[in-house]
């Protein structure tokens, strides 16, 4: 297992991978038709800024390219302006809009478990979130997605809609499509056209979601702010008055 500083480091790196979004594109950092706001925050959750975490609160805004990190209690909910949401749970690592301009590529899990919502008001509205073995295409839907800290494999798990499945490895034009229900677990080094899907994964999410919500009862701890858009909180992700607490020796196991 990764040590805290290595992931830090891991974070820094795949950003950098990406040299475009720096040395073409100059994103709108206090723009809130860009950024992603903090609705609802428990435990340790913080924004990387200068290769350092900082603590976030209620009301803070994340921008193009940030990366947002979970300890082994923290527990997110981050809005963006059209409505749809990103759920970071525990132990995760998390790129907002790494592809800006690309404005519909909303997040890359770099590894732990995101529930993510689009929103899509009646008609489709296409986004993509990206993880070390795959690239997830929706136009409105609820599913979860989780990468393995060690193997990198990828599970995604279609809560309500539909997700449409590529290598981001082994692409080849090969897609999969996941419905109400539906899972898949993405391998790094296997070809998509020999994944199974899993076709009755119903009562796992009804489980699972009552489990996420007695987790997060049993961790809520108060922080600042109100929780409504455009009000309490601070100021901004990264505010230079909330360094996060150092943290030592390897994340506790993923859920």
């Known amino acids: 297992m990764l040590r805290v500083a290595g992931w830090t480091a891991l974070a820094a790196l795949f950003i950098a991978a990406t040299p475009s979004v720096h040395a073409q594109f100059a994103p709108p950092t ?3 038709a860009y950024a992603a706001k903090v609705m ?12 350092r975490p900082w603590a976030l609160d209620i009301g803070d805004s994340i921008q193009v390219t940030q990366v947002i ?6 527990h997110a909910v981050f809005q963006v302006s059209d409505g749809s949401t990103f759920e970071v749970f525990p132990n995760s690592y ?6 800006a301009p690309n404005w519909k590529d909303l997040i890359d899990v770099i590894v732990g478990r995101v529930k993510v919502h689009i929103e899509h008001w009646g008609q489709p ?19 979860d997605v989780t990468v393995d800290p060690e193997s990198e ?22 897609t999969r499509t996941l419905h109400t229900g539906e899972s898949l677990t993405v391998d790094r080094t296997v070809p998509l056209a020999y994944h199974s899907i899993d076709k009755g994964t119903v009562l796992q999410h009804a489980l699972r979601s009552l489990m996420d919500a007695v987790q997060t009862a049993a961790t809520r701890v108060p922080r600042g702010g109100t ?29």
């Open 30 to 32: 206090e723009s809130p």
């Open 40 to 51: 609802t925050l428990t435990g340790s959750v913080s924004v990387l800024k200068d290769n």
């Open 69 to 74: 990190i979970s300890g082994g209690d923290g």
């Open 94 to 99: 998390v790129v907002f809009r790494k592809n």
């Open 125 to 143: 509205n296409n986004n993509r979130i990206f993880t070390p073995t795959a690239v997830i295409s929706v136009r409105g839907t609820t599913f």
């Open 153 to 174: 494999s990828t599970l995604i798990e279609v809560v309500e809609g539909e997700v449409v499945i590529e290598h981001a490895l082994l692409g080849g034009g090969t």
């Open 227 to 255: 929780g409504l858009p455009g009000g309490g909180g601070s100021t901004g992700a990264g505010d230079p008055g909330k360094p996060a607490p150092p943290t030592g020796g390897p994340p506790p196991p993923l859920p």
